[in-house]
C-alpha cells in the first residue's frame, strides 16, 4: 500500500493573515507543497474565517491539478460552499468557534441525522467524503451507518502521548481496532492532527492508513529547513 500525504495549509494562511497582506500565499504553498511530493492538499474553511478564506478555497480549487481536501464543518452554509467549489474531497469536522483547533472527533450520534444527510448530497456531487472521528468501534459503526467513502482518526491524543514520552500502546490499539474494522467495511482509512516524525513512524506500522493528514509540525519545521536560503539571499543583496 502506497501512503499519502496530505499537507495542511491553514498555518500559512495564519501568518499571512498576521499581516493583513497577499505574503506568503497559501495558494503558491499549496503548488510548491505538490512540487516536493505531497498528494494533496489540506484547507480548512473555517465558520470564523480565521485563516482560510473564500478567496483561498475560489483560487486553489480553480486549479485542477491541485488534489484538495476541503476540512469544513456540517452545516448548510459550508455544504453549499463545497458544492460550489467542488473540492476533490471534504473532510467533516466539528468546529468550536472558541478552540484553538480541532480538538476532538465528531460526535456522530448526536448529529447523525445531519451529518448523513451532508454526506448523501456530497456523494451525490461526486466528492470523497471523510468524517472525522475519535478512534472508537461506535463511531466506525455510524460512519458505516452514515455511508461515508473514508474516515480520518483523530490522532491528537496519540500524539501528545508520544511526544510527552507517556504510554501511548493502549491509544495505539484503539487505532488499530478502528482501521481493521473500517477496512472490513471499505472505509478508507485517514489520520490527521498533532503528528510529528515520529508520530508518523509509528502510526505507519498500524499498516491499514492510507493518508496521512499533516500540518503544524511541516510548517513550523519548514522554518529551520528554509532559513538558511533566505538569510543568504539577504546577505547578498545588503
Ligand atoms: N486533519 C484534520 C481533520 C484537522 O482538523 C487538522 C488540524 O487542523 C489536521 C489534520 C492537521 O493537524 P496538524 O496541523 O496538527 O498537523
Known amino acids: 500500500m502506497s501512503i499519502r500525504l496530505g499537507v495542511n495549509i491553514d498555518h500559512v494562511a495564519t501568518l499571512r493573515n498576521a499581516r493583513g497582506e497577499k505574503h506568503p500565499d497559501p495558494y503558491l504553498s499549496a503548488i510548491s ?19 482560510i478564506n473564500e478567496q483561498d478555497l475560489k483560487k486553489i480549487s480553480k486549479n485542477k491539478k491541485i488534489p484538495l481536501n476541503l476540512e469544513m464543518a456540517a452545516n448548510d452554509e459550508m455544504l453549499k460552499i463545497a458544492i460550489k467549489y467542488k473540492p476533490n474531497f471534504v473532510c467533516i469536522v466539528p468546529e468550536k468557534r472558541k478552540e484553538i483547533t480541532t480538538e476532538g472527533g465528531l460526535n456522530l450520534s448526536k448529529n447523525y441525522k445531519k451529518i448523513k444527510k451532508i454526506i448523501e448530497d456530497l456523494n451525490k456531487n461526486k466528492i470523497r467524503t471523510s468524517l472525522f472521528i475519535d478512534p472508537n468501534i461506535k463511531d466506525i459503526k455510524l460512519a458505516k451507518k452514515i455511508g461515508t467513502n473514508c474516515v480520518e482518526l483523530h490522532t491528537g491524543k496519540i500524539s501528545n502521548q508520544i511526544k510527552n ?9 484503539k487505532i488499530k481496532k478502528c482501521s481493521v474494522l473500517a477496512n472490513k467495511f471499505n ?5 490527521g ?13 498500524v499498516n491499514l492508513i492510507e493518508e496521512f493528514n499533516i ?3 511541516i510548517i513550523g519545521e519548514s522554518i529551520f529547513y528554509g532559513m538558511k536560503k533566505i538569510i543568504q539571499n539577504f546577505k ?3
Do not use: C, P
Open 215 to 217: 500540518g503544524h509540525f
Open 193 to 205: 492532527h498533532g503528528m510529528d516524525y515520529k508520530t508518523a513512524k509509528i502510526l505507519k506500522s
Open 187 to 191: 472505509i478508507e482509512v485517514h489520520a
Open 33 to 51: 507543497a505538490l512540487k516536493f511530493g505531497a498528494d494533496s492538499i489540506t484547507i480548512h474553511l473555517r465558520e470564523d474565517r480565521r485563516h
Open 165 to 173: 514520552k507517556k504510554n501511548y500502546f493502549s491509544e495505539l490499539s
Open 236 to 238: 547578498k543583496i545588503l
